[in-house]
């Protein structure tokens, strides 16, 4: 009988010394060290260029968190943590027998759970594992705790503890807390803010700040009376804490820039996580942004509800802003959807890419095009074109037509081309989404019926800004296509169709007075059928600009074009960004090589004769250039009305401009008029000298707040060959010699009447007065 009790005992010891032994060897085995890699709670940060935060997108935790060096943390937030979480810290070996023991006889008393006794050690391998709340569990937690003292030292472990604890709204880690909830880094908060912040993790929810901030004060006051009873910081330092107010950033300030993060995080793999610096300029993007708000508000009783803009630095294709919508938060009006990224019809906006082709092809800034009743067989039947001003023109130089955005002219340009070789440039120069062919979208091509983004269109114009180099917007530094890119147009080309967007003369038919800018800038609308979409986009030397307005539900807006719409938006973003202190006026746009100006008929196009009333300089590309003389200025012998005999100049067009000229209006020869023959070249003869820029009768308004010194206006006028030491005469007074570039006047108040003087063999000539005023 003892024998058998001898065994049972006997069995019993090897069984517990089975599972005993085993336990007691594994607490000096490490955990895995893996299990603590720092990336395991890293989360997004989106910032600008220059670090600014813009949005932080919680990580696979669904919390927010980056994570820091101890060192990088301030002092008083790691004394504070100890002091109020685990003051024996640096001296139990990952649990702490005497807090047990506490939080038994504490529990015991109140009949229910109050406190686990738990040490920062034991709170780190929860953060790590999260395994169910059991009794189990919680033995299993203080078992690796003791075993995680022998893979970090204490200091680590305080470290692991900082970047993982929970401190509400998502957040993980003190870093992330310490931005959230203040606005500044870990290292740089304050004694209170660090009592602050060590107060909230011993219950997050209870104490979310955002919710009521009055128990996450009262704990703080706690952590701060434990931080003096410890003898950690001195009563003055303790006074100095307990006086500071807490202030708490709004959660809004958190939300910056909402589509570029959103943009970001939509990237996925190709960026990972932690930290991503954006090419974005947040204090330029917050300017623009208001800028675009209070033109809105004007426009608001005209129903129009939203807007967006990009800004593009065209040296790197970065984008330096990117606004998607008057105010993400605006449901009404759906502000989270992403103008710059969203497809809508840009209509004439398009019509540049189309004409720079045609200056490859052949035709030249002076080339006719037929702005007449035209009817274009096709499909599905006739596609007759009209202008946005419902008349026809007659014949028009390209440059008119570009300029003032003449559909008609535009669509015959078209003809001479060929529509799949548009279509084909289009996709070259990045308008990605075209995929129908060229029939599907007919000769409304060119005039933007076929659907792109704000973000497409401002970085296809760039190429222009390039010199016809193509390359793509970037929105994180250094990803995406290289950055030399690759060409897409002649540079001659691009120049011309550069110096077409800029030229105010040219444009002024169609736009009056409108888009006047103290310094180069090209420039060009689009305004879709029935009002429901309208932009402007356009580019200086240095940057290129794009905006959109109209209604996210497409709802029409009343009478706003590109010219009310986003004209002036566009306006005041490339005027600041242009005038101190954030930018200064840019340079002119450097003329390739292989062109040249050349004195041409305002009307034919061609070399101008002593008829011609009104001639202008005009860029041709080398070998491009017109060769024959005007033929449309022609004189003719006529009877005057007193009986006599007389010569008088008509304008004679080509037969498909004769009903055009009868509606106009514009005087024909009289039947049986005979045409004075006369050699082309003027018989040695010289034309008119006359004031091409500003026309009679033009008013002009000094704007109060651009600076003077940027309000100018050119004169330019015609001087006849053999013409010498001509001035320009300012009533009657000021005189300022006059070249062929002619020159830049300074706005002044009153009425100003100029003429042009010069010397033709001895014999003065004076051009014909223009008279302008200016408000």
Not at 501 to 509: F, I, M, Q, S
Request: contains cysteine.
């Amino acid at each position: 009988m003892r024998i058998v009790k001898r065994r049972r005992w006997l069995w019993l010891w090897l069984v517990l010394g089975g599972a005993v032994v085993p336990a007691l060897v594994s607490l000096f085995v490490p955990l895995p060290e893996d299990d603590f890699a720092r990336w395991s709670v890293q989360s997004l940060r989106v910032l600008d260029r220059s670090g600014i935060v813009l949005r932080e997108f919680p990580n696979d935790r669904d919390g927010r968190g980056e994570w820091k060096e101890l060192h990088a943390i301030a002092p008083f937030l790691r004394l504070a943590t100890v002091a109020v979480e685990d003051r024996r810290f640096y001296f139990h070996p990952g649990i702490d027998p005497v807090a047990i023991a506490r939080s038994l006889v504490d529990n015991v008393r109140a009949l229910r759970f109050r406190s686990g006794g738990s040490t920062l050690t034991q709170q780190v391998v929860r953060n790590v594992y999260h395994r169910p709340r059991t009794v189990a569990s919680k033995i299993l937690e203080m078992w690796d705790a003791l075993r995680l003292e022998r893979t970090l030292t204490k200091d680590e472990i305080l470290g692991q503890y900082l970047n993982r604890a929970p401190y509400g709204n998502q957040l993980f880690g003190v870093e992330a807390a310490s931005r959230w909830y203040f606005g500044k880094p870990a290292c740089d908060v304050s004694l209170a803010e660090a009592a602050f912040l060590a107060a909230l993790p011993n219950a997050p929810t209870a104490l979310n700040p955002r919710r009521s901030p009055a128990p996450a004060l009262a704990r703080q006051r706690n952590v701060l009376k434990r931080l003096l009873d410890q003898h950690l910081i001195v009563r003055e330092e303790y006074d100095r804490a307990i006086a500071q107010p807490i202030q708490i950033i709004p959660p809004e300030a958190h939300f910056k820039a909402p589509h570029v993060a959103e943009m970001v995080e939509g990237m996925g793999d190709a960026i990972g996580g932690g930290s991503v610096r954006t090419a974005i300029d947040y204090p330029l993007q917050e300017q623009v942004q208001w800028i675009m708000r209070g033109h809105l508000k004007k426009l608001r009783a005209r129903n129009v509800h939203n807007a967006a803009a990009v800004v593009l630095e065209n040296r790197t294709g970065e984008i330096r802003v990117l606004v998607g919508s008057a105010d993400f938060f605006d449901s009404t009006h759906h502000g989270q959807v992403n103008g710059a990224t969203a497809r809508r019809q840009p209509g004439s906006a398009i019509k540049p890419f189309m004409y720079a082709l045609t200056l490859e092809l052949g035709l030249t800034p002076a080339t006719l095009l037929a702005d007449i009743p035209t009817a274009i067989p096709e499909h599905h039947g006739d596609y007759v074109p009209e202008n946005y001003d419902r008349h026809f023109h007659g014949p028009v130089r390209l440059r008119t037509a570009l300029a003032c955005s003449y559909n008609v002219p535009a669509v015959r340009a078209l003809q001479r081309i060929g529509k799949s070789i548009f279509l084909e440039k289009l996709k070259d120069v990045g308008f990605s989404g075209l995929d129908q062919d060229a029939e599907f979208y007919g000769y409304g091509l060119t005039l933007g019926n076929a659907d792109i983004s704000l973000l497409e269109i401002t970085t296809a114009y760039m190429s222009f800004a390039n010199g016809g180099m193509w390359k793509a917007s970037m929105l994180i530094p250094g990803t995406g296509t290289p950055r030399n890119g690759h060409r897409v147009y002649d540079e001659t080309a691009a120049y011309l169709i550069t110096d077409i967007l800029k030229d105010e003369v040219a444009r002024r038919p169609a736009f009056g007075g409108n888009f006047r800018f103290p310094f180069p800038c090209a420039v060009k609308t689009g305004t879709t059928k029935d009002y429901r979409d309208n932009w402007t986009v356009g580019y200086t030397k240095r940057y290129t600009i794009g905006v959109w307005v109209g209604n996210f539900d497409g709802e029409q807006m009343r009478g706003v074009s590109g010219v009310s719409g986003a004209g002036p938006i566009f306006t005041d973003i490339v005027t600041y960004l242009h005038t101190p202190p954030y930018g200064q006026p840019p340079g002119e746009f450097p003329v390739p090589g292989h062109l040249h100006r050349q004195p041409v008929c305002g009307v034919s196009g061609k070399l101008p004769t002593p008829l011609c009333e009104k001639t202008i300089d005009e860029w041709f590309i080398d070998g491009k250039a017109p060769v024959e003389h005007c033929e449309v200025h022609q004189q003719f012998d006529v009877r005057l009305v007193d009986g006599r005999e007389g010569k008088r100049t008509y304008q004679v067009f080509p037969p498909e401009y004769r009903l055009w000229a009868a509606s106009e209006g514009v005087a024909a020869p009289p039947p049986g008029a005979r045409r004075v023959s006369t050699d082309s070249r003027g018989g040695g003869g010289v034309g008119r000298l006359s004031i091409v820029s500003p026309s009679g009768g033009e008013y002009f308004k000094i704007d109060p707040v651009l600076r003077r010194e940027y309000q100018k206006i050119r004169v330019a006028g015609f001087i006849p060959r053999g013409v010498t030491g001509v001035i320009l005469r300012i009533n009657g007074r000021e005189e300022i010699p006059f070249g062929a570039a002619g020159v830049e006047w300074q706005l002044e108040k009153g009425v100003f009447r100029f003429q042009l003087c010069g010397y033709a063999e001895r014999n003065l000539l004076v051009s014909a007065p223009v008279v302008i005023n200016v408000e």
